[in-house]
């Protein structure tokens, strides 16, 4: 028996991600940035159907993000399993640097972090050698000099787990395949037969991204480099294939033998990539003790067969990354692992009430601000999809709005706005507001509704069953990375704003929330096109 993966297994902004086997369980943990809780955690029993079955970094005690930039905070988790405790090691850049926490169960609850002393640089890991011993990975400025952008280098050193010290010394074991890398970063150590190997990226993680290798019969080296560097990338393909950014690799093998690499890569749609870095998965064999990826191809595959036996999770939907998701807040008490906030949460920001809805207070901390707004989102997945929130506007004072937005940062944002009077439609590009349509609108209950169709949005209300177009094809592809840069991928959710502080704040009841994957009418081939044709 086995089992169809299709690529990319976790759609939409899972980037970095790193994978760990517990006997025939696997799991993947991405990189999250400034959003709380941070570091989703997915499990699989077959590498094909994933669930999120909780977040590492749960409690601000754990995961400071005051004033950090959307693509700051978390950086490259690894996640790790040794003698009955998990491991997730990461770098937060805007408070701390590099840190561990553990939990005996995947899911957690996860300790407080343990900073570590003496780690500098970024994308740290951990590896447990066969003899017990604890060693640290991670990549740091040059330290003979920094001579350019980008010129860094990987190091090994000992870590007790014990006191979560680096002990020993420091060596500098790697600084990349190619002549004058540049980034080389996201390393990862193995100990495999009689080699030990350091799997990493190269090339940033833009266009020339790339998988390459490195082994030696000594933990600390000297490595030395696979002639066939980089082992996997599709740089080569040219700016018009429809996958790119191709690196930041993890390995993992099955109870089975067989081997598997999870890595990032993006899919733009008529040049713009919106939805950010995604997790996509492939074969590995071994030749010459040197891992090859994707044998005969040389490329990520659409699909792959994993000799696993097919096991669905029984799980809510909504905890199914790729899937469509209804959301009757009358009817729920909690808000499930899907669910993100920019930065650290106020305690009063939102409220769940039985039979009602979903209470959002309405703050002085906007999204195009560094504070922490009101803002409940999920990730976008897909190219084409419709999103709608049902709110009423019953106590919403004058200066007060609520709606829905389409998110990438501060600064390239698409806001759908209600103020109990009318409703509007706001673009946000290079920092700059721009009112696209309005409509007078003073309905108690209202929906609001946006379509997107790879970059082109279309805007309307519902009010009694009647739709009303505010704007048709609205082009969005300024949220994308291309426009925006950074690192992230567009989330939707609900917002709540206000113009001034107020002793007793308004606050929106949002009864609903939808997202509706769309399957476009023509589907594109793929290859040498701009559209990616994305399996909706």
Not at 355 to 369: A, I, M, P, W
Not at 476 to 496: D, Y
């Amino acid at each position: 028996m086995s089992v169809v993966s299709r690529n990319p297994i976790l759609s939409g902004f899972y980037p970095d991600p790193s994978i760990c086997a517990v006997g025939e369980d696997f799991y993947i943990v991405n990189s999250s940035f400034a959003y709380f809780p941070g570091l989703p955690i997915m499990h699989s029993r077959d590498l094909a159907h994933w669930e999120q079955i909780g977040n590492v970094l749960t409690r601000e005690s754990q995961l400071p993000l005051e004033g950090a930039g959307v693509s700051q905070g978390l950086f490259a988790p690894t996640m790790r399993y040794h003698d009955g405790t998990y491991y997730v090691i990461c770098t937060n850049v805007s408070h701390g640097g590099n840190f561990v926490v553990t939990a005996d169960k995947p899911e957690g609850p996860y300790s407080d972090p343990h900073f570590i002393e003496g780690a500098d640089g970024i994308d740290p890991s951990l590896f447990f050698d066969d003899d017990g011993k604890c060693y640290y990975i991670g990549t740091h400025p040059n330290v003979d000099g920094y001579k350019y952008n980008g010129d860094y280098f990987i190091y090994i050193q000992e870590f007790d787990t014990e006191s979560f010290k680096l002990v020993g010394e420091r060596v500098e074991a790697w600084n990349g395949a190619l002549k004058g890398v540049h980034w080389p970063e996201g390393p990862h150590l193995y100990h495999i037969g009689e080699y030990y190997y350091i799997l990493h990226a190269e090339g940033g993680t833009g266009p020339e991204h790339a998988v390459s290798v490195a082994r030696s019969k000594s933990v600390f080296g000297p490595y030395e480099n696979n002639f066939c560097n980089p082992i996997f990338t599709h740089r080569h393909l040219g700016q018009r294939y429809p996958i790119k950014y191709v690196g930041h690799a993890d390995l993992v093998q099955t109870v089975k033998g067989d081997w598997y690499m999870v890595m990032l890569a993006v899919r733009p749609i008529f040049g713009f990539t919106t939805m950010g870095r995604e997790t996509f998965l492939a074969r590995v064999i071994w030749e010459n003790d040197w891992p090859v990826v994707n044998p005969g191809l040389g490329i990520l595959s659409g699909e792959l067969n994993v000799d696993l036996d097919e096991q669905i999770p029984e799980c809510s939907p909504t905890s199914v990354p790729g899937t469509n998701k209804l959301y009757d807040f009358t009817h729920m008490d909690e808000l499930g692992y899907e669910f993100m906030f920019l930065r650290n949460p106020k305690p009063d920001m939102y409220e769940i009430r039985e039979g009602e809805g979903l209470y959002l207070k309405c703050d002085t901390d906007h999204l195009s601000g560094k504070g922490s707004p009101s803002y409940v989102c999920i990730r976008q997945d897909c190219h084409c999809f419709e999103a709608a929130v049902t709110l009423t506007g019953d106590e919403l004072f004058e200066g007060a709005r609520a709606g829905i937005a389409l998110f990438q940062s501060e600064d390239y944002q698409l806001r759908f706005e209600y103020s109990g009077v009318s409703a509007n439609v706001i673009l946000r590009k290079d920092g700059t507001d721009e009112k696209i349509a309005s409509v007078v609108s003073p309905q108690k209950l209202i929906t609001l509704v946006i379509n997107v169709m790879g970059t082109k949005a279309t805007l309307f209300t519902v009010r009694e069953k009647e739709a009303e177009i505010l704007v048709r094809d609205l082009d969005v592809s300024s949220l994308s990375t291309e426009v925006a840069g950074g690192f992230v991928g567009c989330t939707i959710g609900m917002f709540a704003e206000d113009s001034e502080e107020r002793p007793d704040a308004a606050r929106a009841c949002f009864k609903s929330m939808s997202y509706k994957r769309i399957l476009p009418a023509a589907k594109n081939s793929g290859e040498g096109a701009d559209n990616s044709g994305e399996e909706a």
